[in-house]
T-cell receptor, first 114, second 115 residues
Framework: GENVEQHPSTLSVQEGDSAVIKCTYS??????FPWYKQELGKRPQLIID?????GEKKDQRIAVTLNKTAKHFSLHITETQPEDSAVYFC????FGAGSYQLTFGKGTKLSVIP | KAGVTQTPRYLIKTRGQQVTLSCSPI?????VSWYQQTPGQGLQFLFE???????NKGNFPGRFSGRQFSNSRSEMNVSTLELGDSALYLC??????????????FGSGTRLTVV
């Protein structure tokens, strides 16, 4: 089945700096890659996603890049703010046997230091 | 429109008991997926239902089961509870068509504690 590796597991940055989280996936059939943000005690919420026919997507301070050849994708947060502190999960949508399964990385705990 | 509703929010059970969790997806969403979230393992896929049929299942023992009703509401059941089943159980709904590449919307989860 699909396997998604996420790095780093923890990340601390100064307010205003950039943060980068990287993920790799194993199954080349995966074609959809969402990112979720989970604040303490809350549900994971979709913040950005990218499809396999696109190399990069940006939404204000957040951007995601995808390299299908290398099977990795990354989340970039610029001008970080304290409210960006949360756990971020990457995921890959695996197609298999007529059904789909969204497989998640183990998460990155981002701390933005004021 | 209403989001994904999970009930109950919290549960405390004793080892050996069984438990049933409920998830009502967003209106119009036909796919419901269940995940187990623990601090060390992240989000682990349990199973996914679409039109009352289980389409996919993760690597969990047979003690974990689920079903989906004609109104797309889903339940999951865990029998013979073990201490290690303590976790946050999340369900996610999706519009789901043949190309299921839509973002999932998660419920707030059910926090299960087994003592």
């Amino acid at each position: 089945g699909e396997n998604v590796e996420q790095h780093p597991s923890t990340l601390s940055v100064q307010e205003g700096d950039s943060a980068v989280i990287k993920c790799t996936y194993s199954d080349s059939a995966s074609n959809y890659f969402p990112w979720y943000k989970q604040e303490l005690g809350k549900r994971p919420q979709l913040i950005i996603d990218i499809r396999s026919n696109v190399g990069e997507k940006k939404d204000q301070r957040i951007a995601v890049t995808l390299n299908k050849t290398a099977k990795h994708f990354s989340l970039h947060i610029t001008e970080t703010q304290p409210e960006d502190s949360a756990v971020y999960f990457c995921a890959a949508l695996l197609f298999g046997a007529g059904s789909y399964q969204l497989t998640f990385g183990k998460g990155t705990k981002l701390s933005v230091i004021p | 429109k209403a989001g994904v509703t999970q009930t109950p929010r919290y549960l405390i059970k004793t080892r050996g008991q069984q438990v049933t969790l409920s998830c009502s997806p967003i209106s119009g969403h036909r796919s419901v997926s269940w995940y187990q979230q623990t601090p060390g393992q992240g989000l682990q896929f349990l199973f996914e239902y679409f039109s009352e049929t289980q389409r996919n299942k993760g690597n969990f023992p047979g003690r974990f089961s689920g079903r989906q009703f004609s109104n797309s509401r889903s339940e999951m059941n865990v029998s013979t509870l073990e201490l290690g089943d303590s976790a946050l159980y999340l369900c996610a709904s999706s519009p789901s068509t043949l190309r299921r590449d839509y973002g999932y919307t998660f419920g707030s989860g059910t926090r299960l504690t087994v003592v």
